[in-house]
Nanobody, 122 residues
Framework: QVQLVESGGGLVQPGGSLGLSCAAS????????MAWFRQAPGKEREFVAH????????AYADAVKGRFAISKDDSKSTLFLQMNSLKPEDTAVYYC???????????????WGQGTQVTVSS
């Protein structure tokens, strides 16, 4: 049974920083990819950042390159997203996602977290 639990969302001012966490359980074996997605009001869910759990390879959406950083803690089975220089357009519900595959792709994730709200406003 796989569970993904996000935390760290909240209200921040433009230019501020926020760190998100995703605690994963039930993924102790096999190869998999982990990623962050987000969905703003009235918009489709979009890719934010991706990391290969065993390789450490990363990829980012153009909109967040240079501002966001995805990382992981293998011993704690936890995924992180450090968000800096936040903009109002970053406002969205942020979701943790997992795909069971050895390949570096996050298309059609197998599991999703419940989401955590990030609001960037003055």
């Amino acid at each position: 049974q796989v569970q993904l639990v996000e935390s760290g969302g909240g209200l921040v001012q433009p230019g501020g920083s926020l760190g998100l966490s995703c605690a994963a359980s039930g993924l102790s074996s096999g190869s998999y990819q982990m990623a962050w997605f987000r969905q703003a009001p009235g918009k489709e869910r979009e890719f934010v950042a991706h990391i290969g759990w065993t390789t450490g390879r990363t990829a980012y959406a153009d909109a967040v390159k240079g501002r966001f950083a995805i990382s992981k803690d293998d011993s704690k089975s936890t995924l992180f997203l450090q968000m800096n220089s936040l903009k109002p357009e970053d406002t969205a519900v942020y979701y943790c996602a997992v795909k069971r595959t050895i390949y570096f792709t996050i298309v059609s994730p197998d599991y999703w977290g419940q989401g955590t709200q990030v609001t960037v406003s003055s």
